[in-house]
Each structure stands twice: as structure tokens, then as C-alpha cells.
């Protein structure tokens, strides 16, 4: 078996790589060093896999363009299997990625998702993703450290509590303040809080949320957050030897994984997470924190946002009392390297983790709008993916005259995306809006409220 996968290579900056990027590039140093990969640029068109043959496999993991690679297939009669990848949950990248596949997956086609919370969501969604044709697998432990799990301050000892990755509304980062600013009332001053990462909106700004705890009636809080902006991968020891515990309450509702989570563990920190979506199979049942969904609110896959909230008043108390244990990952082996080596040789993993039901269960998603007469998605997904990559700007921009046309509405964003100099494939805020401008509209759906009496968590399936 010989492998054919994209040569992903993007500049960083003083070793500050967007974690997409980071992901990509780890798989494709996988495979370059533990099987015989064949490297080309999909960027190129259907010549990047025209020497891949019967019995080769293409790994499409670099974003939501599995599709390519099956209307290639077969557009040219190629014979080789496709190994594509969900790495986001309700987004609209991804869920146009399988609605473009679902026609052209054949058997030995293989789905990979980081968690079984994601595998499900998509199991429900898609007839073409089924069990025999996906697994969970996501290649990451190997590259961590192996650290013990470090003991758990006792109540009433100071507590250094941390917070990792982008500052948004989506990981619910307004609660991670509010409940840090309660802490730290409560004890007297003997918690802290230490952030790390990127404010997504100017209200998360040092400036701006020092402001907000000293209007909140506790000034004394201020002196003991740090926020640090963005750390480089090489300072994440760093970042764990200071905190004590984990805060991860996200409910985004692209959140498919938590690497951070992943990174916490290994490196001894314990983590408090939502009691929904994916940490539910990472961490000890003790250390998730009740969540209420948004069963009231309509949500479009085109933006991020939390699907819900933790409970403040529960997440306090245990940060108060200690009430979580030490760091412990629930299952190692989807997210090692043999997992992911096993899926691509055609011999996926079988049994997963219990996970969580709830989430994925509530989703209802809106009915794609039938297309038009003649109309064919994939190939103007194709053609729209070529002309943007390859730099044939005029004809990108005649389609966004078209879509003003037809619309009444000319997006400056958009024409700013295809004037922009560089072409970056996880750019995620580049191509994939072209796509859900020009050729799939992003769908709504809603989350149903759960039956009385459902329980958060199933057990594995094979």
C-alpha cells in the first residue's frame, strides 16, 4: 500500500502555528516517516493523484476537501480507496465536505472523526457515513509527554486555575471570568487565574476585562489574572507548570475534540469540562459540570457559537471543595499513532468510549433547498476551488457578480478574500465562505430538548 496525501506546508510565526496548521502538518510528518507517502499539492487539481493506482490510498487531511478527491475519482476512473477526515462538528465546511461525498463514497472509503460524540452526530446525519466506514482516530499522545498526574490542591489551599485557547463567547471564556471573580471573593484572594490565547472580540481585551472584574465589585481579582495572549506551542509546558487545574466549559458547536484537553492530561493538569459534546469521553464523570443546551435558539453552521451553558453555581463548588480528580485520560488508544496507522492500512479500531448521546441526539438540522435543474454542486465546487487556488481571480469574481446579481447583496468580505495575496488551505475563513456564498448556503438547525429520562453518556460501539 502506498499512501498519497498533500504536502501541507505554511509559514509561522516565531512558532505560532494555528492549530489547524499544527494538525495537518503532524499527519503528513506521521506518514512521511512510518509509511510510504507519496506527497503531492491538491492545490494543483485532479494531476495531484493521477499516479495514484489500485490498492494506494489518498488521505485527504488537509481540511474539508475529501470531495475533490471522490469527483476526481470519479471523473477519472481512478481505483484507489479515500481516507477523509471530520475534524469540525456543526460547521458548514464539513457538512458540505460529506453532502458532496455522499454519492461517491464506495466501499473501503473510510470516515475518521477525533471523538465518537463527533461520529455520531454524523452517523445520524449522513446514510453514507456508516459504521463499518468510519472510526475514531486522531494521532496525538505520541507526540505529548508522558507526565504523572500532579496532586490536587486541598481545599482551602490556593488554587491556580488556567484557561487555554481562544477567548470567544463559543468556549464560553465569560463564564470562565465569572466563575474565577466568584472563586476568588470566596476565598479570599487565594485563587488565581491564568489565561492563554486569542480575544476574538475587543470585550476580551486585558484592558477591557480588567475593567469589567473591577466594576464587578472585586478589584483585589485583577492582580491575580494574567492574560498572556497567544503562547507557541514550545512554551505549553510552561503554561501547565503554572495552573493547577483546567477550565474547559466550551459548548462551540464546531468543537469536535479540545486538544487542549488532550495537551492538559499529559501533561499531569486535570481538566473541568462541559458534561456535553467531547469531553465527555476524555475525562473522569467527576470532573464534567452539568450543562443546560439552547433548545430555544436557531443556529446557522455558516457562524460559531455556544450550544449552551455550564452551570456556574456547580463548576464554583468544585473548584471550592476540590471536587474532581486528577488528571486521567478515559481511552489512549483512538489517539495514538498505531490507531491511526491501523485505520489507513483498512483495519480501523473497533470498540469506542462511551460518549456522549445527548448533543448529537438534540440536532435537527434543516433540509437542504432542492437544487435547481441541471445544477450540479460538485463540480462547481470543484471549478470554484481551482479558480481560487490557482489564481484565476477574474473568474471568481464574475461568480460573485453573478451571486450580487441574483442577490441584490455584494459582500465586501468576499471580494476582500479573493484579492488577498495568499492562498492558505486551512484558512478557514477564506475558501470555505466562497463555497457557502456561491455554491452551498449554509443550513440552520435547532437542538431538540432531551426525553425525560436520557442519560448523558452511551457505551461503545463497535
Not at 67 to 96: K, P
Not at 166 to 172: G, H, I, P, Y
Not at 197 to 202: I, L, R
Amino acid at each position: 500500500m502506498r499512501l498519497h496525501t498533500h504536502d501541507y506546508r505554511a509559514p509561522d510565526t516565531d512558532g505560532i502555528v494555528d492549530g489547524a496548521v499544527l494538525m495537518h502538518r503532524e499527519m503528513a510528518d506521521l506518514l512521511t516517516r512510518r509509511t510510504s507517502t507519496a506527497l503531492h499539492d491538491l492545490t494543483t487539481g485532479p494531476r495531484a493523484v493521477s499516479g495514484a493506482g489500485g490498492g494506494d490510498v489518498v488521505y485527504a487531511g488537509s481540511g474539508p476537501y475529501a470531495f475533490l478527491y471522490h469527483h476526481w475519482r470519479e471523473r477519472h476512473g481512478g481505483d484507489y480507496r479515500i481516507v477523509r477526515e471530520v475534524h469540525t462538528a456543526l460547521w458548514s465546511g464539513y457538512w458540505a465536505q460529506e453532502e458532496l461525498c455522499a454519492p461517491l463514497v464506495r466501499p473501503g472509503d473510510l470516515a475518521l472523526f477525533p471523538t465518537a460524540y463527533t461520529r455520531r452526530l454524523f452517523l445520524h446525519h449522513f446514510p453514507s457515513v456508516t459504521r463499518a466506514g468510519s472510526a475514531v482516530a486522531y494521532p496525538m499522545l505520541d507526540r505529548l509527554p508522558r507526565c504523572p498526574p500532579r496532586p490536587v490542591p486541598a481545599a482551602g489551599r490556593p488554587l491556580r486555575i488556567g484557561y487555554l485557547g481562544a477567548m470567544s463567547l463559543a468556549k464560553n471564556v465569560d463564564q470562565v471570568l465569572s466563575v474565577y471573580a466568584r472563586c476568588h471573593r470566596e476565598t479570599r484572594g487565594r485563587v488565581s487565574l491564568l489565561c492563554a490565547g486569542k480575544p476574538n472580540d475587543p470585550r476580551w481585551e486585558p484592558d477591557a476585562v480588567r475593567a469589567a472584574l473591577r466594576a464587578g465589585g472585586d478589584p483585589a481579582a485583577v492582580d491575580a489574572l494574567r492574560l498572556e495572549g497567544i503562547w507557541p506551542q514550545r512554551r505549553l509546558a510552561a503554561f501547565f507548570d503554572a495552573i493547577d487545574v483546567l477550565l474547559f466549559p466550551s459548548t462551540a458547536s464546531r468543537e469536535t475534540l479540545g486538544r487542549v484537553v488532550l495537551e492538559a492530561l499529559a501533561h499531569g493538569v486535570p481538566v473541568l469540562a462541559a458534561d456535553v459534546g467531547p469531553a465527555v469521553e476524555l475525562l473522569p464523570a467527576r470532573n464534567l459540570v452539568p450543562t443546560a443546551l439552547d433548545t430555544h435558539g436557531t443556529f446557522d453552521m455558516g457562524r460559531v457559537g455556544p450550544l449552551g451553558r455550564v452551570d456556574e453555581d456547580a463548576l464554583t463548588e468544585k473548584l471550592l471543595t476540590r471536587d474532581f480528580a486528577p488528571a486521567a485520560l478515559r481511552s489512549e488508544a483512538p489517539y495514538t499513532d498505531e490507531a491511526f496507522l491501523s485505520a489507513l492500512r483498512g483495519d480501523p479500531p473497533g470498540a469506542e468510549p462511551g460518549h456522549d448521546r445527548t448533543l448529537p441526539d438534540a440536532v435537527r438540522v434543516a433540509p437542504r433547498p432542492p437544487q435547481g435543474p441541471g445544477q450540479d454542486p460538485a463540480a462547481a465546487a470543484d471549478r470554484l476551488f481551482l479558480d481560487f487556488f490557482q489564481r484565476r481571480d477574474e473568474a471568481v469574481h464574475a461568480a460573485l457578480d453573478a451571486h450580487a446579481a441574483r442577490t441584490g447583496h455584494d459582500d465586501p468580505a468576499l471580494r476582500r478574500i479573493v484579492d488577498a495575496p495568499a492562498r492558505n488551505l486551512a484558512d478557514y475563513r477564506a475558501f470555505p465562505r466562497l463555497l457557502d456564498a456561491l455554491v452551498l448556503p449554509p443550513l440552520t438547525y435547532t437542538l431538540a430538548p432531551a426525553p425525560v429520562g436520557a442519560g448523558t453518556t452511551t457505551g461503545g460501539t463497535p
